[in-house]
Structure formats: structure tokens, C-alpha cells
């Protein structure tokens, strides 16, 4: 299920996109100022932002910009009453991907969400996300965010095999079966490695007497 950010102040309108887009089976997530959208981003991955440009505090090119400069490349879409050609220009050079003007066509909005969805997981068919996580698997690297996270030789591994693994128990036994380099590990030197993992922020579910579970909270 897409996660959507939706920005947007008029409480009539911003009723009417929550139920559509939710019966469209989209989970989205309604704020009404910039200030609320930023907070939103710092704790929660979307997969598209729905974003009005006048709203209070942060207005929505505000808003888009402090993302773009923190290097998030989430997917997102100008929804405005704004037809001038100076906010068109000013929308795309934030960062959008693209921009409706009020009022539209519900369809003619689905039609544009899909597609940049679409785009967006062709971008991303090689990775495996989980929270502000994601694993490229050609490249064997971990990303929170757009910020590169570096791991040792054995941290790499087992968080290659975590998040091939996704919500599925990994046994130690197949950890270490996967990480045999010509010596044996002990338990205590994965407790380590999986602790140094939970520090940087990966969701990682101890199994009692069995192993471990990467999971989406």
C-alpha cells in the first residue's frame, strides 16, 4: 500500500482527496501547514507527496525545497489554484514532478499519481525498503534517506541477508552458515553486530532461542 503525504488547508477539499484516494487504497496521511509536513517527513516514509502551496508557516515551495536540499527525492505533485506561468516555473524548480491546477479532475489526478508511482518503482526494482531504509542489492549498499550508511564486511552481510529476508526469522544457524569465511562466529559476536545495526536504526526483532527478524514497525 502507497503512502501519501497530503499538504493541503482547505478542509473540504483535503475530506474529500483523504476519502477518494483511500477508497483507491492509497494510505495517506492529511496535515495542514508546512511546518506539520516537514515534523511528518522526519518520522514516517512516503512514497508521494500531494502538496498545496499556500498553507501556513512553511508554504508548500518552502516546504519542498528544505526536502529537496536534504536530499529526498520522494515523488511529488503541486495540487494549486496558483495558474500563473512564474509559479509554474517556481513549483518545478523546488523540485516537483508535477503540477495540477484547481480545481481538477479526480481521475486526471489518479492518472498522474500512478504514473509517477510507477516511475518511482522502476527506479527502485533493485532496492528492498524498510522504514527510511533501503538496500541496493547490485551495489550491496544501505541508504537511510538519500544519506549513505557505510558497514563493515560482516554488518554488509547480515544486513544483506536481513532485508533479503524481509519480515521473515532468519535462524543463526543460516547466519552463520552465510557469514563462514573459514572460522566460526560465536553468538556473543552477532549480538554485537546485530546491536551496532540497531543503533544506526534498522527495525531488527530478536527471536528468542531462534535468530532474528527484519520488520517494518
Given at each position: 500500500m502507497a503512502k501519501i503525504l497530503l499538504l493541503e488547508d482547505d478542509e473540504v477539499l483535503s475530506e474529500t482527496l483523504v476519502e477518494l484516494l483511500s477508497d483507491e487504497n492509497f494510505e495517506v496521511m492529511l496535515v495542514d501547514?508546512?511546518?506539520?509536513?516537514?515534523?511528518?517527513?522526519?518520522?514516517?516514509?512516503?512514497?508521494?507527496?500531494?502538496?498545496?502551496?499556500?498553507?501556513?508557516?512553511?508554504n508548500g515551495f518552502e516546504f519542498l525545497?528544505?526536502?529537496?536540499?536534504?536530499?529526498?527525492?520522494?515523488?511529488?505533485?503541486?495540487?494549486t489554484a496558483l495558474t500563473d506561468v512564474a509559479s509554474l516555473s517556481k513549483g518545478f524548480d523546488v523540485g516537483a514532478d508535477d503540477y495540477i491546477k484547481k480545481?481538477?479532475?479526480?481521475?486526471?489526478?489518479?492518472?498522474?499519481?500512478n504514473a509517477l508511482l510507477r516511475k518511482a518503482y522502476h527506479t527502485y526494482a533493485n532496492e528492498i525498503?524498510?522504514?527510511?531504509?533501503?538496500?541496493?542489492?547490485?551495489?550491496?549498499?544501505?541508504?537511510?534517506?538519500?544519506?549513505?550508511?557505510?558497514?563493515?564486511?560482516?554488518?554488509?552481510?547480515?544486513?544483506?541477508?536481513?532485508?533479503?529476508?524481509?519480515?521473515?526469522?532468519?535462524?543463526k544457524e543460516v547466519i552463520f552458515e552465510h557469514l563462514a569465511q573459514g572460522k566460526e562466529m560465536s553468538e556473543g559476536s552477532l549480538r554485537v553486530y546485530i546491536n551496532k545495526l540497531r543503533k544506526i536504526g534498522l527495525p531488527i526483532i530478536t527471536i528468542k532461542g531462534i535468530g532474528y527478524r527484519l520488520a517494518n514497525i
Open positions: 501547514d508546512g511546518e506539520k509536513a516537514l515534523d511528518a517527513t522526519f518520522v514516517k516514509h512516503f512514497d508521494l507527496l500531494l502538496l498545496d502551496v499556500n498553507v501556513p508557516f512553511l525545497q528544505a526536502l529537496r536540499e536534504s536530499s529526498d527525492t520522494t515523488p511529488a505533485i503541486f495540487i480545481p481538477f479532475d479526480f481521475d486526471e489526478l489518479l492518472i498522474r499519481i525498503k524498510v522504514d527510511d531504509f533501503r538496500f541496493v542489492i547490485e551495489s550491496n549498499e544501505l541508504y537511510k534517506k538519500e544519506k549513505f550508511i557505510p558497514l563493515s564486511p560482516y554488518e554488509l552481510k547480515i544486513t544483506k541477508l536481513l532485508f533479503q529476508n524481509l519480515e521473515h526469522t532468519l535462524e
